[in-house]
């Protein structure tokens, strides 16, 4: 599945917060054609986080970054959720992730659970 509209990320952002779990959430994910940007909020009581994807940077590519800063950084950080979303090893063009703790996951790539190479399986 492609990452080239807001319905992408507003699908995506449904799954990641049900993982999450977080209670008294809001979230809005909007289009904004002037600049062919998606626009994402999401609330959790008095806080909100903000981030934005220009989607001609990413073509129907994930913005990585909206995984590793928005989500991990800011969301998970800003709500003290030891947990972070980590890459898997991938064997075509699809992402996937676990939802651990890093000092597990980095336990899983030092003892060889985990491939510490990304492409390991693109080889």
Do not use: C, H
Not at 53 to 70: K, P, Q, R, T, V
Not at 78 to 87: A, H, T
Not at 94 to 109: I, K, L, R
Request: hydrophobic letters at 35%.
């Amino acid at each position: 599945e492609g990452f080239e509209d807001d319905e992408s990320y507003d699908n995506l952002l449904d799954e990641i917060l049900e993982i999450i779990g977080l209670e008294n959430s809001s979230k809005k994910v909007n289009y904004n054609e002037n600049d062919n940007s998606v626009s994402i909020s999401i609330t959790i009581e008095k806080r909100t986080y903000n981030y934005k994807i220009d989607l001609d940077e990413f073509g129907d590519w994930i913005d990585e970054d909206f995984i590793n800063i928005f989500i991990n950084e800011q969301l998970l950080k800003g709500e003290n959720i030891i947990n972070r979303f980590l890459p898997l090893p991938s064997s075509d063009q699809t992402v996937q992730f676990v939802f651990v703790p890093e000092s597990m996951y980095n336990d899983a790539v030092d003892k060889g659970v985990i491939p510490e190479d990304l492409n390991y399986f693109m080889k």
